[in-house]
């Protein structure tokens, strides 16, 4: 029977190609509706929105008024520039995610859907679909609108995708249906999946209207998360703040009082000239709040975010929002799905137990009794994931299903259903009609024949497959007459049989003979156990949310390493310590679940609000929390989560709510994210440590030179070249440093710590003031030397010792935060060398050409020997510190 039969007279000729245009003009197009669009320059202009961006902002504009009063508008431009740069290359990357994530997605509205139009069936693209459409549904297809089916045969969908059951029965009649599921027996839904049977629908809602559509709305909404790096630079920026002003109102009346006490003007009626010096040393003031400012910082964190996200991407991670990025550095828990992601959604037979000699007769039954299918080319199953792994288990034992299916014809089948709960087929194997039966084993064991010692025993093993968290199964036959027809009748054993006779032939109380017992489960991912236990070495709570049962759940979770044996105890003392359904967690108020939600390992049963629900509880506790997950379900959750990670196989409504999408469906790339997030987040410190070392000796230079009455002897070009090296250079050299694993063995930082710590703040002192000693002693050596004044060649000096005290001390910013040596891995930083070797050959260029530019005068090669040498101080001086805190941490892990 084709497709077009199926459908039948009582259906019609489905809708016209007039009807059509009209239910699309009154009923809309079957896309849902994405977030609401946001312009090119809306989007661009968000950027602004970052702390020290703003910072900047108000640093640049005090910049401009000063240099309209002094004529030089170099250090505004640079300003300028450094913020225009930032914003762009951040806006930039994260349009190109949004282009890569809309080709993604848009694919998924293009898989054909068979309909009947015009009395005849055809294929339509999925979003072509509209409200009345005939839909022809088969094993296979996904679900293209919401819709009431008119017939159905054997019809089963996989739900997991909305509601988390992974098989639910459908009647076109609805009071057919024994079991009450979360709609109507006679509904299917979008995004849903036929895993058997076929059915015809009617289209009741398409787009947004559909159930699916409904959830949608949920995971879009805008829900005010803020990323820790966010705060962190909130809290730096208003840190600068305050610094910078309170140096600035300190050095304006140091400077004042130095004036006042050494100036005979203020002694004077000459008033002009007392507000000239006050205005001069406001503009001083304020120019110390403009060095302050590490105008480089967001260049820093948007090249650290925007190459990490092609890193990542190169690895099938799609980071879709740049924080996210970083965020997964700063994550404590993890809330995860279990099919399909600690899962592989694959069943597959995890034992079967042979209690028949007959091998054959057995891989006959899997084959006939069935309505599964294996792909010739690549063993992909197509129908009921039951029987696939049935069939699956039959080919890895050498018996080729499609030869026996074929030498075995068919007379008749009684397909599953939920009342007998079990399978029945009539074939003819080598002239001899068997009946073949598979179900629930207590279904199949009531109607064979055991003994009274096996019965227990068999119903013992049951158990142990299902404490087990396995789906199981029993086969059965017998061997028929030719007389006997009716398969619903001969599944009832002869009443007149006795427990004495069950030990009788073959066949003489006509009750079966059981062929096996089967375990099916569903494996978990090979990655899942080693990425789960990173996660948790790295101090992350993993937690499971799933729609499945409390036992399966339970056993997925013992099976990750989640769950133990103090775990079973916890519970057994105190019911919902550890494990909780989403029904008994829906019925906790607000105080109820806030108290158990940090002891939660396990949430079975559970519906999309729950988890959402879950996830805002921890982030009052002031956790960090990311969610994964595939469905529709998953959504909301991924949406409030501080990071959603969905599946590249997972719907399209996750992968919308999501901020990363895991292209490769592989866990260990959760483990992989957070070892980047936190490597990042240590990089960005690198920077501001490298920064703020250069800002404390150039602001000490600056004020200690004004109170002596001399100006920093760097010309505006030369402090654009330093600046250069400060800003563009340094953050790209510390941001391209690569990942360390070592990240992993440290607990996750807490959301309140200040991005630049004590032990930070320490260094960054000690180096700024040494650089600042080393620069006074030079500059005075030069003053008082036997030459008048300072020299062109000494200045050209003093330029290049500047800045070779940067390119050493960027050695020491890439150790930051370790014990290792400078040179560990050196050869792996290509990004790092790369910078070096543009700052040492720039400033060589510079020296030896630029001439009245750059107020320099060729240096000879005796002189460049020696500045390299003596400025390298700075690393040696770093590497002496890092070995003695390695032979510290030795002695430590001896004791």
Partial sequence: MNASDFTTKAVGNGLTQQEVEASRRKYGSNQLTPPRGVSLWKLYLDKYRDPIIKILLVTALVSLVLAFIEGDFIETIGIFIAIFLATTVGFIFERDAARKFNVLTALDEEQPVKVKRDGRVQEIARRDVVVGDILIIEVGDEIPADGKLLTAVDLQINESSLTGEPMVSKYADAAQATTEDAYPADQILRSTMVMGGRGVARVTAVGDETEIGKVARKSTETTNTETPLHQQLGKLARFISKIGSGVAVAAFILFLVHSILTDSVWHSGDYLRMTELTLNYFMMAVTLIVMAVPEGLPMAVTLSLALNMRRMLRSNNLVRKLHACETMGAVTVICTDKTGTLTQNRMEVREMVLLSDDNPLLATAISVNSTAHLDAEDG?????????????????????????????????????????????????????????????????????????????????????????????????????????????????????????????????????????????????????????????????????????????????????????????????????????????????????????????????????????????????????????????????????????????????????????????????????????????????????????????????????????????????????????????????????????????????????????????????????????????????????????????????????????????????AKSLGSHHSAFRHFFLDRGLILVLLIILGGQWIIVTFGGKMFRTEPLSPVEWISIIASTSVVLWVGELSRWIKRKQSSKQAIK
Avoid at 577 to 595: C, K, Q, V
Wanted: net charge negative.
């Fill in 380 to 812: 992909r199953g197509i129908g009921n994931p039951t029987e696939i792994a049935l069939l699956t288990w039959a080919q890895k034992q050498g018996f080729d299903y499609r030869s026996l299916r074929e030498s075995a014809p068919v007379e008749a089948q009684l397909p599953f259903s939920t009342e007998r709960k079990l399978m029945a087929t009539i074939a003819r194997v080598d002239g001899h009609r068997y009946l073949f039966v598979k179900g629930a084993p207590e279904m199949i064991l009531s109607i064979c024949r055991l003994s009274h010692d096996e019965k227990p025993l068999l119903t013992r093993r049951l158990t142990a497959f299902q404490q087990a968290a396995n789906r199981t199964l029993a086969l059965a036959y017998k061997q028929l007459q030719d007389n006997e027809i009716e398969i619903a009748s001969l599944l009832t054993p002869s009443s007149s049989a006795g427990e004495a006779g069950r030990e009788a032939s073959e066949g003489s109380d006509g009750r079966f003979i059981l062929q096996s017992l089967v375990a099916i489960s569903d494996p978990l991912r090979p990655d899942v156990p080693s990425a789960v236990a990173e996660c948790r070495r790295a101090g992350i709570t993993v937690k499971i949310v799933t729609g499945d049962t409390s036992t399966t759940a339970i056993e997925i979770a013992r099976q990750i390493g989640i769950w133990t044996a103090d775990d079973d105890k916890a519970e057994a003392t105190q019911p919902h310590s550890r494990h909780i359904t989403g029904t008994d967690f829906a019925a906790l108020n607000d105080e109820e679940a806030y108290r158990e939600v940090q002891g939660l390992k396990v949430m079975s049963r559970a519906r999309p609000d729950n988890k959402q629900r879950l996830v805002q509880l921890l982030q009052k506790h002031g956790e960090v929390v990311a969610v994964t997950g595939d469905g529709t379900n998953d959504a909301p959750a991924l949406n409030y989560a501080h990071v959603g990670l969905s599946l590249g196989s997972g719907t399209s409504v996750a992968k919308e709510a999501s901020d990363i999408t895991l292209l490769d469906d592989s866990f260990a790339s959760i483990a992989r994210a957070v070892m980047w997030g936190r490597s990042l987040y240590k990089n960005i410190q690198r920077f501001l440590y490298f920064q703020l070392v250069v800002n404390l000796a150039a602001l000490l230079l600056v004020l200690c030179g004004s109170l002596v009455g001399t100006a920093m002897p760097l010309t505006v070009t030369q402090i654009l070249w330093v600046n250069l090296i400060m800003d563009t250079f340094a953050a790209m050299s510390l941001a391209s440093l690569p990942p360390s694993h070592e990240v992993m063995n440290e607990k996750p930082r807490l959301s309140t710590d200040f991005i630049i710590t004590r032990s930070m703040i320490r260094s960054i002192c000690v180096a700024g003031v040494a650089l600042f000693a080393l620069m006074s002693g030079l500059l005075l050596y030069y003053e008082y030397d036997s030459d008048p004044g300072i020299q062109l060649h000494e200045l050209t000096i003093f330029f290049t010792v500047f800045v070779m005290l940067q390119f050493w001390n960027l050695f020491n």
